[in-house]
């Protein structure tokens, strides 16, 4: 006999709707493998890399703001962990040193402002900038009525202060004149006018590149009337009151004398 063929016809899609669940589950699963895969790259790369170096930047503009406790923290090991333990070790050293620097600062100031000398800094252009306690004692002006004024206006008499000026601008031009290395007796005027004597010494100073002036002024009122009184008792008899042989033949050697003047 002859064989008997049979012609089933089965829809495609029946056919196929199998493989194609089989296909898309996989490629479901395979989408969610890959996104997580990409997150988990992104939370190590964020931890590893770019939390670092967002706290490394934070860091340093904190301490480029003057905030010197700024500090990158613990970071993971690594290069960028080093370079952080290296940044707060040297921000740790920075604030060492600013904390030093202002003691050092705070001592300095103590100092001047308990001298027992009237202490004034003035700039180049002879503008007070400093003007310590015994200063105010001394010439009745306060710290703030003399900041920012000109020193010689301040102190000096109207007579003396091209004198003054001209011995400034030896300094700063030369560091010669009048002032180099010298104390100098002078006629120094309060606030209210009256006239004093001072001994008066002006040194300049540099300090990052600027220039300005430390001057020292002491009272010696007390000092020139005791020497005064000294020169009254041995150039005057002591029982009349009338001048002595000495003072005779002291103007004698001595006519132009300005202490022999009696």
Do not use: C
């Not at 997150?39 to 931890?47: D, E, M, S």
């Not at 601008?169 to 004597?197: C, F, H, M, W």
């Amino acid at each position: 006999g002859e064989a008997l063929h049979f012609w089933i016809a089965v829809p495609s899609e029946r056919v196929f709707a199998a493989s194609d669940r089989i296909l898309r589950t996989n490629l479901a699963w395979m989408t969610l493998i890959g996104l997580a895969t990409l997150a988990a790259a992104w939370v190590g790369l964020r931890v590893s890399i770019l939390a670092p170096v967002h706290a490394l930047g934070n860091a340093t503009r904190r301490m480029r703001e003057g905030d010197l406790s700024a500090r990158a923290g613990d970071l993971p090991a690594g290069e960028l962990g080093e370079l952080g333990r290296a940044f707060d070790e040297m921000a740790r050293e920075v604030a060492r040193g600013q904390r030093d620097l202002r003691e050092s600062e705070e001592r300095v100031r103590l100092v001047v402002e308990t001298a027992m000398d009237a202490v004034v800094t003035i700039d180049e252009k002879g503008v007070v900038t400093g003007w310590n306690k015994k200063a105010v004692a001394i010439f009745g002006w306060s710290t703030d009525e003399a900041f920012g004024r000109d020193f010689a206006e301040l102190v000096i008499p109207e007579r003396d202060r091209e004198r003054h000026h001209l011995g400034l601008q030896d300094l700063r031009e030369s560091g010669q004149g009048i002032y180099q290395n010298r104390q100098l007796e002078i006629e120094a005027i309060r606030k209210d006018g009256t006239v004093l004597p001072v001994e008066l010494s002006i040194a300049p100073v540099r300090w990052e590149g600027k220039l300005f002036f430390s001057a020292f002024m002491r009272d010696i009122t007390r000092r020139k009337r005791d020497q005064e009184a000294m020169l009254h008792l041995a150039y005057h008899d002591t029982l009349t009151g009338f001048p002595n042989r000495a003072l005779l033949r002291a103007r004698e050697l001595a006519p132009d004398d300005p202490d022999i003047r009696y």
